[in-house]
């Protein structure tokens, strides 16, 4: 079975620092980019970075960028995402995710084929 | 950036009933549009990718179509376990990618 699983949420005063982690299992984690995507309690989903499967490119949203970094290691099969300068509006439930594709009709589709259940984080004085 | 919306936001419906869902993107996106279905607790799961597209082991009760600016998630006819919260993706504006608000669908 292809899983992803979460970990290294937790409670955290703003400003303070987390480093979550993501282990890939049943799949070869190297060839594939991956997501982090985030959820606040009662909204919805929200993109929050990716990166390439050698690294060779890693991408934010502005909401993230210069506080968050994306890192991989394709020994271990483990995404992370450290993030600094941490503010309540960070707080939610993160999911990491593989990113898939399928070509038809000479278009490369892209989507969110494996996701993991997620880890809280929580941002609170 | 490419904003998504999905309507209705929520809405109710029985076991058996034929339900659609609309995705509106704010630019003409092609066919890079995907459906995600997330229940109460749980991570998403794919339904459908390339706007009409339907993922392995997925009923096919579900179906999508659209392209351009407009789509549609169909389920052809509710089952207990259909009850969830929807969302549309973009994957045209890939390294991004923008979500829809969702779409509840409740009994």
């Known amino acids: 079975e292809e899983r992803l699983v979460e970990s290294g949420g937790g409670s955290v005063q703003p400003g303070g620092s987390l480093r979550l982690s993501c282990v890939a299992s049943?799949?070869?984690?190297?060839?594939?980019?991956m997501y982090w995507v985030r959820q606040a309690a009662g909204k919805g989903l929200v993109w929050v970075s990716r990166?390439?499967?050698?690294?060779?490119?890693?991408y934010y949203a502005d909401s993230v960028k210069g506080r968050f970094t994306i890192s991989r290691d394709n020994d271990k099969g483990t995404l992370y995402l450290q993030m600094n300068s941490l503010r309540a509006e960070d707080t939610a439930v993160y999911y990491c995710a593989r990113s898939e594709y399928q070509l038809l009709s000479g278009h490369y589709y892209y989507y969110l084929d494996v996701w993991g259940k997620g880890t809280t984080v929580i941002v609170s004085s | 950036d490419i904003q998504m919306t999905q309507s209705p936001s929520s809405l109710s419906a029985s076991v058996g009933d034929g339900v659609t869902i609309t995705c509106r993107a704010s630019?003409?996106?092609?066919?890079?549009l995907n459906w995600y279905q997330q229940k109460s607790g749980k991570a998403p799961k794919l339904l459908i990718y390339?706007?009409?597209s339907l993922q392995s082991g997925v009923p096919s009760r579900f179906s999508g179509s659209g392209s351009g600016t407009e789509f549609t998630l169909t389920i052809s006819s509710l089952q207990p376990e259909d009850f969830a919260t929807y969302y549309c993706q973009e994957s045209y504006s890939t390294p991004s990618c923008t979500f829809g608000q969702g779409t509840k669908v409740e009994i």
């Open positions: 390339a706007a009409s």
């Open positions: 049943g799949f070869t984690f190297s060839p594939y980019w």
């Open positions: 630019q003409s996106i092609s066919r890079y």
């Open positions: 990166i390439n499967s050698d690294m060779s490119g890693a």
